[in-house]
Structure formats: structure tokens, C-alpha cells
T-cell receptor, first 112, second 113 residues
Framework: NAGVTQTPKFQVLKTGQSMTLQCAQD?????MYWYRQDPGMGLRLIYY???????DKGEVPNGYNVSRLNKREFSLRLESAAPSQTSVYFC???????????FGPGTRLTVT | QQQVKQSPQSLIVQKGGISIINCAYE??????FPWYQQFPGKGPALLIA?????SEKKEGRFTISFNKSAKQFSLHIMDSQPGDSATYFC????????????FGTGTRLQVFP
């Protein structure tokens, strides 16, 4: 099992460009999450999907959109990147009632 | 009400010493309190977790102490090793169908030989 995979690992964007971060899990988990990690801020939830076909906003959703493509895949889109979105982005998944979240290796995004 | 406050921000411990990281919360509906460990360049991984019906949970050198009345919980790392050098996050969640975690701001632990 690969667990949670994310692509790309690194990305540099110019202000105003768009991109999609991809996430996939092979653990048959129902719930998936997108976080951003910034120094001194911990991990902040951007969006989550409690089950296939549903998505909800987390703590910091502005400037992002998500798609739960199927049970395995959950993508995060930046429509018009801003320097404030420079961060490390983590995708995670968890099984129903399991509480434990499994994290991917992260995508380091720089917006210039 | 949704915050989890974590301290200290950084911690330096000598090999063999005890590392202690503290967290506090306000929301009494939280019912699951995990600790995650993150090495540089990696995603966080679950280290140990506790539910509020017990006051302590031990796994090897790692112990969670939980004080429900004070709404505080802490991670103790006994006999700290250089390999324990990482960032540690406490978290809390309400048991519902979302499993959303609220994370503390993290503690960077450095263990020197």
C-alpha cells in the first residue's frame, strides 16, 4: 500500500497563476482533508470531505476550491495564486470512526 | 472555543532527559486527543492518542497525561534520544462523522547527545 500520495512535491507559481494539487489514498478511507502548514501556525484545515460526494469548508478556505473526484482522490485548486498561499500543503485521510488521520508527504508551494 | 494551545514552541533536551510538551483546550466536547510527530520533509504521523475516560496512556517511552478538570494534556518523552528530534503537534477532535482535527501550533524538539 502506498498510503496517501501527493503530487507535485514542489511547485513555484507566479501571482495570478492557477494550479491543482492532487491527492490519492489507497486505504479505502471515507474522509479526506487538505491542510496548510506555516511556521508557528501549526496545521490549519482548508477543506475536508467526510465522504465521497461531499465537501465542506475548514478554517482557512478562502482562495481555494476542492473536488472529491471519487473515493480515492481529493484535489485542491488555487484559481489565482497569491504570495500569502506560499506554504506546505498536506493531504490526509481517515477511516469512518477511526479518528487517526494518515498524512501524505506534502507539497511545498512558493508563490512569487 | 475551537483552539488548542500548545507550549513550548521549542524545546532543547539532553540525551537521556525527559521532554515535556503541554496542551490546553476549551471545548469540552472534544473527546479524542492525539499527538502527531513530524520529521523534516515528511508528513505528520500519529504517535499516541488518549480518550478522556483515562488519565494516562503509555506506549514505550511516550506517555500522555490527561487532566480533564483542568482541560489540559501533556506528552512526556522519557529517556529522550537524538532520533526523537522532530516537531510534535497535539490535537483534539469531536467524535462525529467528519473526524476533523484541531491542531496545536507545534513544538520543535531537539535532543542533543
Amino acid at each position: 500500500n502506498a498510503g496517501v500520495t501527493q503530487t507535485p512535491k514542489f511547485q513555484v507559481l507566479k501571482t495570478g497563476q492557477s494550479m491543482t494539487l492532487q491527492c490519492a489514498q489507497d486505504m479505502n478511507h471515507n474522509s479526506m482533508y487538505w491542510y496548510r502548514q506555516d511556521p508557528g501556525m501549526g496545521l490549519r484545515l482548508i477543506y475536508y470531505s467526510a465522504s465521497e460526494g461531499t465537501t465542506d469548508k475548514g478554517e482557512v478556505p478562502n482562495g481555494y476550491n476542492v473536488s472529491r473526484l471519487n473515493k480515492r482522490e481529493f484535489s485542491l485548486r488555487l484559481e489565482s495564486a497569491a504570495p500569502s498561499q506560499t506554504s506546505v500543503y498536506f493531504c490526509a485521510s481517515s477511516g469512518r470512526g477511526g479518528n487517526e488521520q494518515y498524512f501524505g508527504p506534502g507539497t511545498r508551494l512558493t508563490v512569487t | 472555543q475551537q483552539q488548542v494551545k500548545q507550549s513550548p514552541q521549542s524545546l532543547i533536551v539532553q540525551k537521556g532527559g525527559i521532554s515535556i510538551i503541554n496542551c490546553a483546550y476549551e471545548n469540552t466536547a472534544f473527546d479524542y486527543f492525539p499527538w502527531y510527530q513530524q520529521f523534516p520533509g515528511k508528513g505528520p504521523a500519529l504517535l499516541i492518542a488518549i480518550r478522556p475516560d483515562v488519565s494516562e496512556k503509555k506506549e514505550g517511552r511516550f506517555t500522555i497525561s490527561f487532566n480533564k478538570s483542568a482541560k489540559q494534556f501533556s506528552l512526556h518523552i522519557m529517556d529522550s534520544q537524538p532520533g526523537d528530534s522532530a516537531t510534535y503537534f497535539c490535537a483534539a477532535t469531536v467524535r462525529d462523522n467528519t473526524d476533523k482535527l484541531i491542531f496545536g501550533t507545534g513544538t520543535r524538539l531537539q535532543v542533543f547527545p
